[in-house]
């Protein structure tokens, strides 16, 4: 029996999305050994996700179609076994402490809990304090009773039934988010683009005096303010990035409402 049931805790399902993580998955998964269940809902990958994930006992691995991040990690909270869920990425790793303190407070948590988790976020290989990155916290362990993923194309969040109790953990979450430079652009200007989307679908307007002023903006608050300069050339890409993100959200949604006036 693993550690979880030998504690009578009650049990857990992780949920994870991929698409073409080979690189990550079987760290992501080997931190994971411990959890009863866990599903890992694949969208089309080209590569061995599917096939690395397979080799482990207590993993699931289902296949669909790309719904948006909610709809899609609901797909793993509706076929999971158990009504405590923690849902991760493939470049995040679970940590000893992190387990231990989820382990102990869904032990007695209502339903309507939902646990708050900081992240420990590296870039290209170094652990990032400054640019808004530290602390940033996540909410990720819930219970389907009462709580669901939103439809939102981008940046998803949590839905409850009824007025819920955030608990803020201390243990981190470590989140490996880039491998290199075209990695991170490349998933800059995807986001950025489904921002846009969801900007459209709830019909937010972009101002022709926000396009040169917004990017600016979000590079100083990143670079000066959130102190990315701590970090070196790393928290001057990150900044660069932030402002190449908004103004490449707000420009696409711009001349899209443009088009249709």
Request: net charge positive.
């Amino acid at each position: 029996m693993d550690k979880m049931q030998n504690q009578g805790t009650p049990q857990l399902s992780v949920v994870i999305i991929t698409r073409n993580e080979a690189h990550n998955i079987e760290a992501c998964l080997s931190g994971l050994r411990n959890f009863p269940e866990v599903l890992v809902i694949d969208n089309g990958s080209t590569d061995s996700t599917a096939e690395r994930a397979q080799n482990f006992a207590n993993t699931r691995v289902l296949h669909s179609d790309w719904k948006g991040y909610g709809a899609t990690r609901q797909i793993g909270v509706d076929a999971a076994r158990n009504d405590w869920i923690l849902w991760i990425d493939a470049d995040e790793r679970m940590t000893q402490e992190l387990e231990f303190e989820i382990r102990a407070l869904i032990a007695t948590a209502p339903p309507h809990v939902i646990l708050s988790i900081p992240r420990r976020n590296y870039f290209l290989g170094q652990h990032i304090r400054g640019c808004g990155w530290s602390p940033d916290r996540v909410l990720r362990v819930f219970n389907r009773k009462q709580t669901t993923f939103d439809n939102k194309a981008v940046h998803e969040g949590l839905l409850s039934q009824s007025d819920r109790r955030v608990i803020r953990l201390k243990s981190p979450l470590d989140h490996h988010s880039y491998i290199n430079i075209k990695q991170f652009f490349d998933k800059n200007l995807r986001y950025a683009l489904l921002a846009a989307e969801e900007r459209a679908r709830v019909n937010r307007t972009v101002q022709s005096w926000e396009l040169p002023l917004r990017p600016i903006w979000e590079f100083f608050r990143s670079y000066i303010l959130r102190r990315g300069f701590l970090d070196g050339l790393r928290g001057l890409i990150i900044s660069a990035g932030a402002a190449i993100y908004v103004f490449s959200r707000d420009t696409t949604r711009y001349f899209e409402d443009k088009s249709k006036r």
